[in-house]
């Protein structure tokens, strides 16, 4: 017993420093996605989400070549890309969905300049790695506070707006009808995902804040019953897979191709996504009937049972 | 400019817009914007797995596209669409990471995979790319009629026997098929670049299925063909001038319908009913 734990957490995790960094901003990263995601995913924005990520390494590469932090650029482009969505603000989810991805297409075409400059100044090989695939382990110490802020402040705007952004995200009609400004609240709610994203995007890259932003949270809304319950089980999972991704990556050291260890988002992916599968294993309760009566309605009732037990 | 080895540029760039105009068409109307942008990336994770088995890269390409729509079309009919891509697309992208990490001699290719290397094409390379490239617009001309009804009226398609959810099936494969193909040749981001933004702005332009394919086609036309002048003459990479060009036809598009819906409603007054999009031909 003794040997497997040894073996589980190899020698020296607790006392190495890029582990620490990244246990503590992997864990705000992923509560932050964690409770934000349950919103992007009740209100079917993974597309946007994801497109933002990507765009958000696009400034965050621009940054870099103009020698700025690369944060800042991750943030500008962050929020400008969520802004332009929003006056763009087409309200049907098809047209949505392409004005997303147009918006993603010419980012990455951006995104192909910049790492083309980049590397012509200062022959960077493999930025587009790093880009797409960030490192958790290579968090530099001095931009952790502003990591943590930001997603303290995204945290912050979504947990004042939870009541009105569901609402308003269930039933926009309705929300209108009582008063709610919906495209204000749509708008604020973009601009904290925005925020949340590149937050996540830069400290673990755009891969892993997709898989971080949007797995844990339609895990959490197929077994949770509630909203409120349905965030913290999101933060929860999120943060289990995180801590056990950074484990298993620090562990991976040990397996072969011996004394290169595996990619940590890799590992978060993985779990993310075995999460998601297993919450298929539950079977589902009263909602599916509930569901299957509302099943004739046609093709577009798919909503997750998590959202349709909030909306009772 | 037309040299040599740039000719193999321009009829790869030619064929590789044509497909994406068609396919991109249907992906826009259809709303599968993501499943555009997931499968191209999952399959660039294919190629790095197969580079790292020592297989040709076509293979990891097609089987990963292939995998990736099955994934998509499996799950999103269970669970919300876009959460089904999203998490299909990071376990693609996860493993992509694996496999680039663990074969330490291929981070130089992840960008040109990435970002295409369309002026490297070799003659060789030029056939299998027609072939299946004609293969996938043969495919869409067999389905085209119970596509394009369950794309624009998935209800009634289905009152008719057309099953939307096999057709989306049958839709994400065509894609995998069209992407396997073009991905080493102008990179996944390009290739979505591509599907997207010239067929979005070619339905602003016109309701008329057809003719939209049509204009789709012509706009991906004019879009690579001056993205490779215009890249050939600065150095520039080509996904620069494909993304930056999709997006101001799109809004060019938007700018158009929106001036011509307050044109006719000022001409014709407020009763006349708003135009119907995409009817089936």
Do not use: K
């Not at chain 1, 246990?23 to 990263?29: A, F, Y």
């Not at chain 1, 895990?219 to 933060?235: E, F, H, K, N, Q």
């Not at chain 2, 599968?32 to 990891?60: D, E, K, R, Y």
């Amino acid at each position: 017993m003794e040997h497997f734990f040894h073996y589980l957490f190899a020698p020296g995790l607790a006392s190495s420093g890029p582990v620490r960094v990244a246990l503590l901003v992997g864990t705000v990263v992923a509560v932050t996605s964690g409770v934000v995601g349950v919103f992007t995913v009740t209100r079917g924005q993974s597309f946007a989400g994801h497109a933002l990520a990507d765009v958000a390494t696009t400034g965050g590469s621009g940054a870099f070549l103009i020698g700025l932090n690369q944060f800042w650029g991750f943030l500008a482009f962050g929020i400008g890309a969520a802004a332009f969505l929003e006056i763009i603000g087409v309200q049907r989810r098809r047209g949505r969905d392409v004005a997303t991805g147009v918006v993603l297409g010419a980012g990455l075409g951006l995104a192909a300049l910049f790492l083309y400059l980049d590397a012509a100044s200062t022959s960077t090989t493999g930025a587009s790695f790093t880009v797409l695939f960030g490192s958790i382990f290579v968090i530099a110490s001095s931009t952790v506070p502003a990591l943590i802020a930001s997603g303290l402040i995204a945290l912050l705007v979504v947990v004042v707006l939870s009541r009105v952004l569901l609402l308003s995200s269930l039933s926009p009609d309705i929300a209108a009808v009582r008063g709610v400004p919906v495209r204000a609240v749509g708008a604020a709610y973009l601009i904290a995902l925005a925020i949340s994203v590149s937050l996540s995007a830069v400290a673990i890259g755009a891969v892993l804040s997709t898989a971080l932003l949007i797995g844990p949270a339609a895990t959490a809304l197929r077994i949770a019953r509630g909203p409120v319950r349905a965030m913290a089980v999101s933060a929860l999972i999120g943060v289990v897979a995180t801590w056990l991704g950074i484990l298993l990556a620090y562990d991976s050291y040990d397996w072969p191709p011996h004394g290169h260890g595996w990619p940590v988002s890799f590992f978060i992916v993985a779990l993310v996504v075995i999460f998601y599968l297993l919450s298929y294993l539950r079977r589902p309760s009263r909602s599916r009937s509930a569901r299957t009566a509302s099943g004739a309605a046609g093709a577009h009732s798919r909503s997750e049972e998590g959202a349709c037990s909030a909306a009772s | 400019m037309f040299s040599g080895f740039m000719m193999n540029t321009w009829i790869a760039a030619t064929i590789v817009a044509v497909i994406a105009g068609v396919v991109g068409f249907f992906a826009v109307l259809r709303g599968s914007t993501f499943a555009a942008h997931a499968i191209p990336n999952g399959a660039f994770a294919g190629a790095a797995g197969a580079s790292l088995l020592g297989i040709s890269t076509l293979v990891g390409l097609a089987v990963f596209s292939v995998a990736g729509a099955l994934g998509i079309g499996a799950f999103g009919r269970r669970a919300r669409h876009d959460v089904a891509t999203a998490l299909a697309l990071v376990l693609m992208l996860g493993l992509g990471a694996l496999f680039i990490s663990v074969s330490t001699e291929y981070a130089q290719e992840t960008y040109s995979l990435l970002f295409g290397e369309v002026f490297g094409v070799s003659p060789d390379e030029l056939l299998p790319i027609a072939i299946l490239g004609a293969a996938s617009i043969l495919a869409i001309g067999v389905i085209f009629r119970p596509l394009m009804l369950s794309s624009a009226m998935p209800e009634v398609a289905e009152a008719r026997g057309v099953s939307s959810a096999r057709m989306e099936m049958v839709f994400l494969l065509i894609m995998a098929l069209a992407t396997s193909m073009t991905v080493p040749v102008v990179g996944a981001l390009l290739m979505f670049s591509l599907m997207i933004g010239p067929a979005a702005a070619a339905r602003s332009f016109t309701p008329r299925p057809g003719l939209a394919i049509v204009l789709s086609i012509a706009f991906g036309l004019a879009t690579v063909w001056t993205g490779i002048a215009v890249s050939y003459v600065t150095n520039w990479p080509l996904g620069f001038f494909v993304g930056v060009m999709g997006a101001v036809f799109y809004l060019a598009g938007r700018a158009w319908a929106t001036l011509r819906r307050t044109r006719s409603v000022r001409a014709a007054g407020p009763g006349r009913p708003a135009p119907v999009t995409a009817q089936p031909a």
